[in-house]
């Protein structure tokens, strides 16, 4: 079973905390310093990895401008492949730079690679695992070269069908690829909350070997929240210093306080998920005291006959359950009863009901 995967030492999957990725892609703007900052606040906000992107315009697609070259719609309408693929790519030079401000700041680098060259580049590095973009899902010889490396696999599934996730996991069970893991993903920028459709998390874990989690395209932090609540455990967002300062992925990204508190709050709802215990928790043990319970609400001598006058279920709970109630009444008091007492069987004269 492939329910878990280990990532530079960390288990990932049922029963660990969800596991959260901060995504730079792009919004380096261009700047090293502002790439090594991200690392920074990433760290600082707790998340576990940061996810860059290895390609180069060159290696992702041609300078054209033809049909099919150019975005039509969306956040970057009008601009060409090539042109906006050459501003948000992560030059290779830095990487061995951000790999080891990771390792400074004690927080975990990988990379999604674009391209065989790509694999081959991150390996020098000792990339510890491969992250498959949803755009790359249906590759399968990039792929199959990321999964020869015995690193594990993260694959987006935004852009592939039910048959391809089925063909894809086929063949990854037949090459005794061991760790995978399935993100569900709506591959718009930015998502629509309602398209989420995070209901398919449950789905992609009852059918596939593999961990099952969400790369988030979403405003804010909501959608991932709700996603580990129904299982997800990893959680993907991509971040940015400021969306005031633009960048090409800044406008469905994440600042700083917003990531710390998307893992704060993903943390806290894998926490409260606990185990299936229906009626009374343990926790709530202190607070039975306060339940409802028979009382004498006056003065009731000897011999006297209890009465709804004199007799209540109030808090706190310490007499008899308000179940009695009926077999108490009509009844008379065994010995003086003081107003507030909690009213127990030997305080009843006759049999108990």
């Not at 940061?50 to 180069?56: A, D």
């Not at 061991?178 to 449950?202: D, K, M």
């Not at 339940?291 to 006056?298: C, D, I, N, W």
Request: a negative charge.
């Amino acid at each position: 079973m492939r329910h878990r995967i280990t990532i530079a030492g960390r288990v990932v999957g049922p029963g660990q905390p969800p596991y959260v990725i901060a995504e730079m892609s792009g919004n380096h703007n261009g700047d090293l310093d502002r790439a090594l900052a991200l690392v920074d606040m990433a760290a600082e906000m707790g998340a576990d990895a940061v996810k860059l992107q290895t390609y180069t315009a060159d290696t992702i697609t041609i300078d054209h401008d033809g049909p099919g070259f150019t975005v039509e719609g969306g956040l970057w309408d009008g601009r060409t492949l090539y042109d906006l693929y050459e501003e948000a790519h992560t030059p290779w030079e830095w990487h061995a730079d951000l790999f080891a401000r990771g390792r400074e700041r004690g927080i975990t680098m990988f990379s999604s690679p674009f391209d065989e060259t790509a694999i081959d580049f991150l390996e020098e590095l000792g990339c510890p695992a491969y992250k498959i973009a949803s755009f790359e899902a249906m590759d399968l010889p990039l792929i199959l070269k990321a999964a020869a490396t015995g690193k594990p696999l993260i694959i987006s599934t935004g852009m592939v069908t039910p048959e391809e996730i089925d063909e894809l996991m086929g063949l990854l069970g037949e090459t005794g690829t061991a760790q995978v893991a399935l993100l569900h993903c709506v591959s718009a920028y930015p998502a629509p909350i309602e398209a989420s459709n995070i209901r398919t998390i449950p789905e992609l874990a009852a059918r596939y070997d593999a961990v099952i989690g969400l790369s988030d395209h979403t405003p804010g932090t909501a959608v991932a929240v709700a996603a580990v609540s129904l299982g997800a455990a990893i959680v993907e967002k991509h971040v940015c210093l400021s969306r005031a300062d633009g960048g090409v992925d800044s406008a469905f990204s994440l600042e700083p306080a917003e990531l710390g508190a998307l893992v704060a709050d993903c943390g806290n709802a894998w926490a409260a998920l606990g185990e299936p215990r229906i009626g009374r928790q343990s926790a709530a043990e202190p607070s039975t005291v306060f339940r409802r319970s028979l009382y004498a609400v006056a003065d009731i001598p000897a011999g006297a006959v209890l009465t709804r006058k004199n007799v209540r279920s109030i808090r706190p709970g310490y007499g008899l359950a308000p179940k009695h109630l009926d077999g108490v009444l009509g009844r008379t008091a065994a010995r003086d009863i003081a107003r507030g007492t909690p009213l127990s069987w030997d305080l009843i004269s006759g049999p108990r009901d």
